[in-house]
């Protein structure tokens, strides 16, 4: 009955957000010109006139990335000029394109962006899943990668966190798995306690991830830790990984433990049906390199609801689930957006259906007019507003969520050319497409190299995987074992062997161009590349001189 009531007050906060969000859809310009005027009057733009207008902002501010910031950053940590007169609440760390960290402002107004978008969200999300409405939900919550776990100081990804505060206090009471794991000794101990918690409850109702590989790897991860699980549950006892959990209390669940020892015993495919049958929804990532493993996942749960995310970023939001469709966060930030085709810049209002654009936000954490690079499709409107649809990163490659761009390959390549004396080729990311686990192959050719015999693979790809493992969201992949350890494949001929590839994929040869970082399909990597197939079975091998 309190867990009831608990959803009742959740969907309750989040009536007026959802009635703004829906009741506005017709002036879409009128709120983004409101909301410009208010963002200025809180963020000081240094050494120009004051603005006054949409167009002047655009016309005398230049777009940025985080390289722009990055400074100013650093310098307001330090006590320096604030971005935002808002106060500030924390730095969330992430990744970036040439940046190994980026750490970003949250303030108070940059919070209350989300959270206004989080609420017409979780409101749609309570009208359409009836199922909702009782028991527990997952929301995930993400750790740092374990060599950056000094940096956490409570800034884990909770997706609760970006809620208001009455409407995060409420879903704090709904939630099945504590915050608290994200402060676990390691990735591996934080994902066995979420799978604990989640065992340990027969009424979970929502799993809401952002990569479907990382739910899948949850339930790879339920057969390994089966017995281990049991006895824990069994127990209320952390066994072995007591040290690593002691900030957490273990769950004690011995009826439950006896189901989950009857689901291992049963077919892989049924476990999430078996342990969770009143699951109403399944929330991930379901679109560009994303969709094969948002199948998998969809087989897995078959009892459920699956439902896509919007796009969101540690910057800010774009887009939100809403209704069956995908329209602009527009009560939330500033928005402009690049048409692809030409770089042209156009107001949200300015879009037409069949635009393809790249996103620039302006938020309350003083980042103005900053890219996105990631590319989007107009698929129509609610009302006036845009609604999207995600095609995937603008530049680099992103499989399971490790953003890898062309900027990173290219000096991880170049760094490990030079260790070796190698020429570097390419960083192909090899996509199984949901067979398997994906990973990246380093391709370097032998370039000007007299050495009879080439330094061992192994150390190569090694130093390959170090340089990879520098950036923050690799590391987080491969801490959850979302991508296989980065491998290593040298050639006579390293540009030849790179057209063919790019031919094999479909591309003609007249066109290609060298690409720091490419994605290829798995299946067109062993028939063009036959050679790679032991190197990705774990041999990496290199051509040897006679």
């Known amino acids: 009955m309190l867990n009831r009531l608990t959803h009742q007050a959740l969907r309750l906060a989040c009536w007026s957000g959802n009635r703004r969000f829906q009741g506005q859809s017709h002036e879409l310009e009128r709120v983004q010109r409101e909301k410009l005027q208010k963002l200025l009057r809180q963020v000081p733009v240094q050494g120009r006139p004051a603005i006054a207008s949409w167009e002047e902002f655009r016309e005398q501010l230049p777009l940025t990335r985080y390289s722009d910031w ?87 990804n909770d997706d609760s966190e970006l809620l208001g505060g009455a409407k995060r206090f409420l879903a704090a009471h709904s939630q099945a798995v504590p915050a608290g794991v994200a402060l676990a000794g390691g990735a591996e101990d934080a994902m066995f306690a979420t799978l604990a918690y989640l065992v340990a409850r027969d009424d979970v109702r929502m799993l809401s991830v952002w990569s479907p590989t990382f739910a899948l790897q949850m339930l790879d991860a339920l057969q390994g830790w089966g017995d281990e699980l049991v006895r824990v549950l069994n127990s209320g006892d952390w066994g072995q990984r007591r040290s690593s959990l002691s900030n957490l209390a273990a769950p004690h669940a011995p009826a439950r433990a006896g189901v989950l020892a009857a689901a291992l015993r049963a077919p892989a495919a049924e476990l999430g049906l078996r342990l969770w049958p009143g699951l109403a929804l399944v929330s991930a990532w379901d679109t560009a390199d994303a969709a094969p493993w948002a199948a998998q996942l969809r087989l897995r749960f078959p009892q459920a609801a699956f439902e896509g995310k919007g796009l969101w970023a540690t910057e800010g939001v774009v887009t939100i689930p809403w209704e069956g469709r995908y329209p602009l966060a527009y ?96 960083l192909i990311a090899v996509d199984a497409a949901g067979a398997g686990r994906s990973r990246y192959l380093a391709l370097f050719g032998r370039g000007l190299s007299e050495a009879a015999v080439l330094p061992a693979p192994d150390r190569i790809a090694a130093a390959v995987e170090a340089g990879l493992r520098r950036h923050f969201h690799y590391e987080l992949a491969r801490d959850l074992k979302q991508l296989e350890p980065a491998c290593a494949l040298i050639v006579e001929d390293g540009w030849a062997t790179y057209q063919r590839l790019a031919v094999g994929g479909g591309m003609i040869a007249g066109n290609i161009k060298p690409e720091p970082v490419r994605r290829v399909p798995l299946p067109v990597l062993m028939r063009e590349l036959p050679e790679a197939v032991p190197t990705l079975q774990g041999a990496v091998t290199a051509p040897e001189r006679s």
């Not at 302006?362 to 989007?376: F, P, V, W």
Request: hydrophobic letters at 35%; glycine letters at 8%.
């Open 331 to 426: 009560q939330s930030h500033v928005y402009e957006f690049e048409r692809i085709s030409d770089g042209t810049v156009l107001a949200p209002w300015e879009l037409r259906e069949g635009d393809e654009v790249s996103p620039i936000l302006s938020t309350g954490n003083g980042l103005l007019r900053y890219r996105m690079d990631d590319h989007l499709a107009v698929t129509g409107f609610m009302g006036s507003v845009p609604c999207f649809q995600f095609q995937g990163r603008r530049f680099g490659v992103d499989l399971v969520g490790e953003k890898m761009s062309p900027e990173a390959a290219r000096q991880v390549l170049a760094d490990t050319a030079l260790a070796f004396d190698l020429e570097p080729v390419s």
């Open 70 to 156: 990055r400074e100013r950053i650093e310098a307001q940590r330090q006590g320096g000029d604030r971005l935002s007169l808002s106060p500030l609440v924390r730095y969330q760390p992430t990744s970036g394109s040439s940046e190994k960290l980026k750490l970003i402002p949250y303030t108070r107004d940059f919070l209350a962006e989300l959270d206004s978008a989080i609420a017409p969200w979780v409101g749609s999300l309570y009208r359409q899943h009836h199922g909702l409405r009782s028991g527990v939900h997952y929301w995930s919550v993400s750790w740092l990668p374990e060599s950056q776990r000094h940096l956490l100081d409570g800034n884990f």
